[in-house]
């Protein structure tokens, strides 16, 4: 039955195509094609975000160029709007500047960097970045990239206007006939730069790159700000000069003169490669022997590691490689894997250090507990790797803290359309039901824009900020960084969220709910830094959950709960003593005067002396901790190292909000320290 049913319909089915019309049609696709179509892959996936990205990736190739030639980094950030929904992006550095042969290539082809092949510790690895940001901009405005760089005073500086021909992957120059320009060094290159309205701030060597793009500009979270807010606690040496869209400047001066260690390039290890990729290094190699092959091109491979190796897979040591057959590759590669070879080097990886992490945080994170934990250096996959967390805790809220002034001037800046969303995007870690609960007092409705407030509901609202306790619904708060870079998005996707989410922070006093953050007023910043960041995919916003990296994660975060946990339980301990002895204060004048009258004892002698019994067993409650939070006599106990104590009352709250550099020199504010 079924056999009469289905044969005539296939026999009827007309063919819709055939193999010659399909070959027709099949053909190579570029790479840019590729990512132009799914620019989403490379974080441009709203106008909003492009800004964002774009930025991004010149500042990191900026640091990364910087500290490589052993230069301390001076960045300059503007952004300019130039019409409806458009802004022209310019970063410049004080780097070593790129050769005029390869300007093209690095901002006019997708693929194409010095990072991608080799193991050492940087922001960029992949060789998209900006010239994904530049193809972008081409594309929604028309405009094309252009890039001035200069390699030492003496010498031209070279200026391109470059668009990625995106067909064929390779850059089409539109200035000097399709050569660029060299700019005389002097007085004569800079009139030139000026009559030509090119932008650049006048330095002996540097790039400076503009992108004019469709882009959308807000502040608070994923914003460009709160990028380079983030920057800057990860990275003392760098001075900033951030010019913002509404003509603010903002000033981020180094606060340490010294450049990180240079971090080393190391060579893969064996344990990190693949049956497949071992096989085509065998087939690019140069020719030598199997095992001077082992010995050159890996880490750890010592001449007797090596010889282990041919042993164990049944080839000569001497075997040319060149005549390695596809089996030999695939046993020397099960070889490797049965041989003990020690673990890759780990001297390559440069952590922030404690030290630095606590005065980063403290500088910008409200709080009065701070403590930072710098794990030993571990391996996955081969690659080296390092993790470093930092926590600070409590303090009052930023809510708490503004003036009426200073929030007329908040509502004024932001383009939140809510109260609500304006609460949770300006005041750093305040959590949604936080911000419900100060809509709720002051009265207001849910969806009232703030710009339209009338002077009697900002009163309200102010009055409210006051008055509600935050910290009850505030959740932690998580910045997380790879190879001192801060990652902004796909929060839930990164091994660090999730290691942070199965951590229990109950044992550390503070209370969580099952699968989710824990609460309180507490901020958690993870670092990784590895030679090869694992991101889960190439616009680089979340690291991918090797087991290995969760580990050392989870250790990280222990290592400083537990200092959180010995604060928290001070703490409670000098207050539940401190309430012991008011009630025993309370009661000793009648117990003593009661005591008298039965005994006839002198009543103000014996009060004396039950005073000084009630101090004595309540002793916890005069407990002090010094900065570090060792308590300070009678009894040592320490806290140990990387902790800092401050007192709340006195820290600046952490706001989110554009400040110009003018307005700080005025009040005297700017700087903390
Ligand atoms: N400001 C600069 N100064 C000097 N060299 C630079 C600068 N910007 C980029 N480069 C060079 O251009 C190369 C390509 O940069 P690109 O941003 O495309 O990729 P990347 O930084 O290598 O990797 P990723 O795609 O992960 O960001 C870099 O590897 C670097 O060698």
Redesign the pocket.
């Known amino acids: 039955m079924a056999e009469t049913e289905t044969a005539p319909t296939r026999a009827a089915a007309p063919r819709r195509t055939t193999a010659e019309a399909m070959a027709a049609k099949q053909q190579e696709i570029s790479v840019s094609e590729f990512f132009a179509k799914n620019r989403h892959l490379l974080g441009f996936d709203n106008p909003r975000k492009a800004l964002l990205t774009t930025v991004k ?2 500042v ?3 640091l ?2 910087c500290e490589e030639a052993g230069i301390l980094p001076e960045i300059w950030v503007h952004i300019e709007p130039t019409g409806e929904g458009r802004y022209k992006v310019g970063i410049q ?1 004080n ?4 050769l005029k042969k ?1 300007i093209p290539l ?1 901002f006019g082809k997708l693929l ?5 092949h080799r193991l050492r510790q ?11 940001a530049g193809m972008y901009g081409v594309q929604t405005t028309g405009k094309p990239v252009k890039i001035i ?1 200069k390699v030492s005073v003496r010498k031209p500086a070279h200026y391109y206007e470059i668009q990625i021909d995106t067909k064929r992957n390779v850059p089409r120059i539109l200035n000097g006939k399709g050569e660029g320009v060299d700019i005389p060094p002097g007085e004569k290159g800079a009139k030139y730069i000026e009559q030509h309205g090119i932008e650049w701030e006048d330095q002996p060597h ?2 400076r ?1 503009t992108i004019e793009l469709e882009a959308k500009f807000v502040r608070g979270r994923g914003s460009v700000d709160e990028y380079l807010n983030q920057t800057a606690i990860a990275n003392p040496h760098v001075t900033l000069h951030y010019h913002d869209p509404d003509d603010y400047l903002h000033d981020y001066p180094r606060s340490a003169e010294k450049l990180p260690p240079e971090s080393k390039e190391i060579k893969p290890h064996p344990y990190g490669t693949e049956s497949g990729r071992l096989a085509q290094m065998l087939e690019e190699s140069e020719p030598m022997g199997v095992s001077e092959f082992l010995k050159t091109k890996f880490s750890r491979v010592t001449p007797a590691v090596a010889r282990k190796i041919c042993e164990k897979a049944e080839v000569s040591s001497r075997l040319a490689v060149g005549k390695v057959k596809r089996e030999q590759a695939d046993k020397i590669f099960r070889a490797i894997q049965q041989t003990k070879i020690s673990p890759p080097e780990t001297n390559c990886i440069c952590p922030i250090g404690e030290e630095l992490l606590l005065k980063g945080l403290h500088s910008v994170v409200p709080g009065e507990f701070y403590t930072a934990a710098t794990r030993p250096p571990a391996v996955y996959r081969g690659n080296p790797f390092q993790v470093e967390v930092g926590l600070a805790y409590g303090g009052s809220a930023a809510t708490q803290n503004v003036t009426m002034d200073l929030l007329q001037d908040l509502i004024e800046e932001t383009d939140t359309r809510t109260v609500r969303q304006f609460l949770i995007h300006t005041f750093n870690g305040l959590g949604s039901d936080a911000a419900d609960k100060i809509v709720k007092a002051a009265s207001l409705k849910t969806r009232q824009n703030p710009s339209a407030l009338k002077p009697k509901e900002r009163q309200k609202l102010f009055d409210a900020m006051k008055h509600v306790n935050v910290a009850e619904g505030q959740s932690m708060e998580v910045m997380r960084y790879a190879n001192r870079v801060p990652l902004q998005f796909q929060q839930a996707a990164c091994a660090v969220t999730q290691t942070i989410l199965g951590t229990n922070w109950r044992g550390y006093g503070l209370s969580q709910s099952r699968g989710s953050l824990p609460k309180g007023p507490v901020s958690i910043m993870v670092h990784i830094a590895s030679v090869w960041v694992p991101f889960t995919s ?1 616009s ?1 916003e979340a690291i991918a959950a090797y087991p290995e990296i969760q580990k050392e994660i989870r250790l990280g975060l222990q290592a400083v709960g537990r200092k959180l946990g010995m604060f928290l339980r001070r703490r409670l301990r000098v207050k539940q003593q401190t309430d012991r002895r008011e009630v025993f204060l309370r009661y000793l004048k009648e117990v003593s005067g009661a005591v008298s009258t039965i005994n006839g004892a002198n009543q103000s002698e014996l009060y004396d002396q039950l005073v000084k019994v009630a101090n004595k067993v309540t002793a916890d409650a005069d407990m002090k901790l010094d900065d570090r939070g060792r308590k300070i006599a009678p009894e040592e106990m320490d806290l140990g190292g990387s902790v800092l104590i401050v007192d709340p009352t006195t820290h600046a709250a952490s706001i989110n909000r554009a400040s110009s550099v003018g307005e700080d020199d005025e009040d005297g504010g700017g700087e903390e320290e």
């Open positions: 990736e010149a990191d190739n900026s990364d160029a550095d780097g070593p500047g790129i390869q690095i194409y960097g010095s990072k991608f940087s922001r960029g690895q992949q060789g998209i970045g900006i010239s994904a760089s540097g790039t790159v190439e680089k």
